[in-house]
């Protein structure tokens, strides 16, 4: 709405004619008045009930699962020794992962002024905000009891005991929390003019005071704007390394352990650009049917659904490398558990799983090179639905159950 | 001598209207080389130029910013060095208490938290917001400033000010239209 200043020309015709980042004809007010319809005009429509309601089942599926898990105990889960964590962690960091295209299109995107990420900047800070809230789940109920989570923050107590910050799970506990609270930082920052826009537009008393509250009194001065700006491209460059360093610390949580499969130093990268890969994934999932049911094409061009699309194909194809070095590696280590966890993973039990993954998210988005498939948005759909169900990359956490006798006093023994 | 009482100007100061950014930047330039220094200039998006017109040329956002990353980085190494080697010490797997390069993400983390706090309430702090009430939302046609209007403002504070002679000034600067800002 207000945020930057949009490239409505079609400045760069080549000889393909790149699609504008907002199609011809409209104005600043144009524009504007479009948006903020949407949040201040528009009746509810009834399909957004429906899927509210489909939304709030699946949320009690959610809390009689959660009731279980907590008077059960985390076992359910799979989890025991040596698998420490297992469902949980494989949603964890799938949701972790989701988070940081949200951060990428923000943070990322803004440093290197690509001005089409404007239009869909918002929604993906949105989208990580509540990625970065499932994300936490897991961890929090990983803990048994999760009325006790705070014990895992440094804070004086009778206990007379403190956290070990040795771990990759204080490593984490921090990590997540400052990417939270920053995410929430940034994306309220970036909302906050378009707050003041929204409280200027809204006809309604309760609506004027609600974003006039919101919008903190936003007036639009240069005087402000000039910190603003500042403050936000600061942030920006914040929160790049942050997004990094988040997902190498939730890969640390493997790749610090010693079992076979876990402890490899390509996991930082590796899960990076899986992440990456999954959360353009995910914006595609969440930006063609937005765009259609809103009417929102005219923002939200195929321009962006391009990009979007060949950003998952380059880190789809840095994943696919990633599997490929797990292999490598684990045969030129000459370790018999590290072979073995690989020959079980390609033919044991969970085989159909790994062979379903390496469809999913190496051989389908190989169709991205073919331009036609990128201009389709049915195609482009159905290609980020199987990165989505790609989450199954996270197999290879699982497919360590089968080595339960692998843990490191099991190996000594058979050596000796 | 004559006590001066300082007696409350009639209005909070006079409000030019404009279509467009460019006139808008003009304008702020030519009221401040005309030598007010209580203006500014409000618009919808951030145009750098007219931050610049009204006479911003640079904050002291990135020192506040830098002050915020070094005090959180210094937290959170501190309040590691101090649980591992003074509060509770813990021997595990023979490493050394000050073991630093596995205080070395948090350290990180925290950097970035310091400085992510600071940016944001270091700018709304110095921005004076949250500001719920302010005389320019009384101007007429304000609530455009939002969407693609811009406004100049010359305040009644600046020692400068004169109703007529400012509003003449402002009026020959091709705006929509000048008004008062009541307080």
Redesign the interface.
Known sequence: MSQEKYDFAHEDVGIHTTPAVIEPGHTFGTVTDKISSIVLRKRTPLVWWIGLGLSFMLVQVLMGTITHLVFTGIGIWGNNQPVGWSFDIINFVWWIGIGHAGTLISAILLLLRQSWRTSINRFAEAMTLFAVACAGLFPLLHTGRPWLAYWLFPYPNTMGIQPQFRSPLMWDVFAVSTYATISALFWYTGLLPDLATLRDRARSRFGRIVYGMASLGWRGSARHWARYETAYLLLAGLSTPLVLSVHTIVSFDFAIGIIPGWHATIFPPYFVAGAIYAGFAMVLTLVIPLRKFYGLEDFITERHLRNSAKVMLATGLIVAYGYMMETWTAWYSANTYEEFMMRNRFFGPYALFYWALIVCNVIVPQFLWVRRVRHSNLALFAIAMFVNVGFLRFLPVISIFEMRTMVPGAQVKEEA | MAVKRKVRPAVYGLMAEFDNPTDAVAA?RRVHEEGYRKI?????????E??E??G?HK?Y??HV?LVGGILGGLT?YL??YY??VH??A?N?GG?PFH?WP??I??T???T??G???F??F???A??G??????P??NAPN???????RFFVLVESADPKFDRERTGELLRSLGPREVTDVEH
Do not use: C, I
Request: charged share 10%.
């Open positions: 702020a500014d200039a409000f618009s919808p998006y951030p145009v750098e007219l931050s017109a009204v911003v904050t956002m990135p910013v959170g309040l590691q649980v591992h509060y509770y813990l595990v490493k073991s596995a205080f993400p948090v990180f983390e925290m970035v938290l400085a992510g706090l940016a944001v270091g700018m709304l110095m921005n917001l949250p500001e719920p009430y302010h320019v939302f304000f609530a455009l400033a939002s969407r693609d």
